[in-house]
Antibody, heavy 124, light 106 residues
């Protein structure tokens, strides 16, 4: 059974850097085709994909947020860390990490399952 | 980036109704399209992957179709537990989500 759980501060001040950790079990981030993604959701709004890291260390970032994001992995600890710099009140929302699964022999992929999410509020 | 547009943004329906939600991609994505259900205060859950494949454990009243740029999610007979928000997501390139469709009780 695959599980993921996000952890990090619930409150950050504007201009600070947010560091979130996704701790997972039930899979290895050294297995070919596997990835972990971060997705956020402002209150009452839609999902927004942020970043992805793959088993082979390849990384992808949202075009609009690329300059502020860094994603890393620690395979031995089964953790993925997302940092977002220069936080602003508009960054308030629930941040999810999710297991990215790829169908064997194809490029088809999807997020399943997701962590429970962690609410981050940006306020002075 | 590939833009995903869902319609409608919300709908009201009754238990037993057939419900159809549409998702359109700004360019062809073949069948690289996934659907998620999200209930209030909960994380999204995968319903359909690769446009038409039903995720294990998801009731058969859910189905997906489409290819290229136009996709649909259909609930054949709406149940009380189906009132939620539904999102499409393309996985052809860096992921993007639709803006969501909220299904409410009429």
């Amino acid at each position: 059974q695959i599980t993921l759980k996000e952890s990090g501060p619930t409150l950050v001040k504007p201009t600070q850097t947010l560091t979130l950790t996704c701790t997972f079990s039930g899979f290895s981030l050294s297995t070919s085709g596997v990835g972990v993604g971060w997705i956020r959701q402002p209150p009452g709004k839609a999902l927004e994909w942020l970043a992805l890291i793959y088993w082979d260390e390849d990384k992808r970032y949202s075009t609009s947020l690329k300059s502020r994001l860094t994603i890393t992995k620690d395979t031995s600890k089964n953790q993925v860390v997302l940092t977002m710099t220069n936080m602003d009140p508009v960054d308030t929302g629930t941040y999810y990490c999710a297991h990215r699964r790829r169908e064997s022999g194809s490029y088809l992929n999807w997020f399943d399952p997701w962590g429970q999410g962690t609410l981050v509020t940006v306020s002075s | 980036d590939i833009q995903m547009t869902q319609s409608p943004s919300s709908l009201s329906a009754s238990v037993g109704d057939r419900v159809t939600i549409t998702c359109r991609a700004s360019q062809s994505i073949s069948n690289n399209l996934n659907w998620y259900q999200q209930k209030p205060g909960k994380a999204p859950q995968l319903l359909i992957y690769a446009a038409s494949s039903l995720q294990s454990g998801v009731p058969s009243r859910f189905s997906g179709s489409g290819s290229g740029t136009d996709f649909t999610l259909t609930i054949s007979s709406l149940q009380p537990e189906d009132f939620a928000t539904y999102y499409c997501q393309q996985s052809y390139s860096t992921p993007t989500f639709g803006q969501g469709t909220k299904v409410e009780i009429k």
